[in-house]
């Protein structure tokens, strides 16, 4: 008899941890499948950090080149066309994975906006006044493009300090 109570309290056991594996099996499942999908993701935001890192390197980068490229052409008659770098990855890139940095690409596209005001309105003036020049415009042209440089650095360092505030830290 002592056998048989022995065999059968084995059996229930085993029964009561076999469904006890069946109810929080699927727990700890779930909060693993959580564990990782965070880190996935935690993942993904460092990658597009970067990304929007290398973007504020290139706007910076592309806005000296301006610089020094019109400075360069600003002895000719009819200088080179120079765009100025594009906010269109910077502004994606934060837009949808940092939108907490809006705010300062707000203000950088509002400070454009009035420098390019600014140089329209004193080109205006001075046309009106029948002193604009070539080399007016030029001079014009520079300081503009300058402040623009000046602006792109002040922009990606400010970006840079919210990103580095923002990212998930890698975790040992």
């Keep these: 008899m002592d056998e048989n109570v022995a065999i059968i309290l084995a059996a229930v056991v085993g029964v009561f941890g076999a469904l006890g594996g069946a109810l929080i099996g699927p727990h700890f499942q779930r909060k ?17 950090a970067q990304e929007l890192f290398d973007e504020l390197d290139r706007l910076t980068g592309k806005s000296h080149e301006a610089v020094i490229a019109y400075m360069k052409t ?12 594009d906010l269109g990855r910077i502004r ?19 400070e454009a906006a009035k420098r390019g005001k600014a140089s329209m309105e004193l080109i205006a003036e001075l046309n009106k006044e029948g002193t604009l020049t070539a080399d007016a415009i030029k001079v014009i042209t520079i300081q503009t493009i300058t402040d623009h440089q000046s602006s792109s650095g002040k922009l990606a360092k400010r970006l ?3 990103l580095g505030t923002t990212i998930p830290r890698l975790k040992q």
Excluded: G, N
């Design 160 to 162: 840079r300090q919210q």
């Design 32 to 48: 693993h499948e959580r564990w990782v999908a965070k880190r996935s993701d935690e993942q993904l935001v460092r990658e597009k």
């Design 74 to 85: 600003a002895t000719q008659e009819t200088p080179d066309s120079l765009p100025m770098p």
């Design 92 to 110: 994606a890139i934060s837009t949808i994975y940092f939108p907490e940095c809006q705010a300062a690409i707000s203000e950088f596209e509002e």
